[in-house]
């Protein structure tokens, strides 16, 4: 019996799969999760920009992903200035003539109860997470709609559902990112950009790994993070940076066409 055209798939699953021939705009990209979705979407054949505050660690990225076989550059981004932005998109449109994809990574989590909460710290939260999220995506959207479209990936969080104690100001950014999101993604889709956004849980990364932030974990957790994840994710696991960005390729390929203006959690079922 002949499969009529509206069932025929358009593509085969290594075109779904594939970013070759794209370029990815990655902002925080040189570690953590923002290093494993510039490695993922370079084994997808993409080419890697990456913007981070840090140089030394920005360039130590570029070769780490040189030595994959991935095809990178690195410039330095201050991801709470719009005009660090442009000069970003610019950069990476100087370089490889285009932008397809642009993830908006950069950003920062910190424990602190309302008292502790200064009005600085308070602005701070707001200036990275949220306003250089508005700043990417909009530079973003100005850049691909010059190449007929394409993928914006904002970074939000669990806390972007559910909060929690002495998070006040990153839980209300990341509230903030689901919202952009969700209204970008509407506004943004007859210009065929579609917008996405994940929301991971805890998560293994340099940051978390250090020190002072364990102990603040466990201060305001009651036990360490590994001990949360075995008691309240279903997986019994914290993420590690390649489970988030596993997801990251999924919404940034065809095999997400459909989708756009929504929130993943990729928190291991934590908030199922």
Known sequence: METSTLEKPTKTLAELTSLRGKV???TGGAQGIGYAIAQRFGEAGAEIVIGDINPEVGEQAVTRLAEKGVSATFTRLDATQYESQRELAEHATATY????IWVNNAGIYRFQTLSDTTPESWQEMLDLDLSGTFYGAKVAAEFLQKN?????????????FSGNA??????????G???????LGKELSRSGIRVMALAPGMVNTPGTRTES??????KFAGMSMDGLAQAMVPLGRK???????KVALFCATDLS???????LLVDGGMLA
Not at 213 to 218: G, R, T
Not at 239 to 245: K, M, N, T, V
């Open 166 to 175: 002495a998070t006040a100001h990153y839980t209300a950014v990341k509230f």
């Open 148 to 160: 007929g479209g394409g993928v914006i990936i904002n970074l939000s969080s669990t806390a972007g």
């Open 24 to 26: 990815a705009v990655i």
């Open 239 to 245: 993420a590690e940076p390649d489970d988030i960005a």
């Open 97 to 100: 003539g285009q932008i397809d």
């Open 177 to 183: 990112v689901r919202g952009l999101t969700a209204a």
């Open 213 to 218: 932030w364990q102990s603040a974990f466990e």
């Open 257 to 263: 066409g459909y989708l756009t203006g929504q929130t």
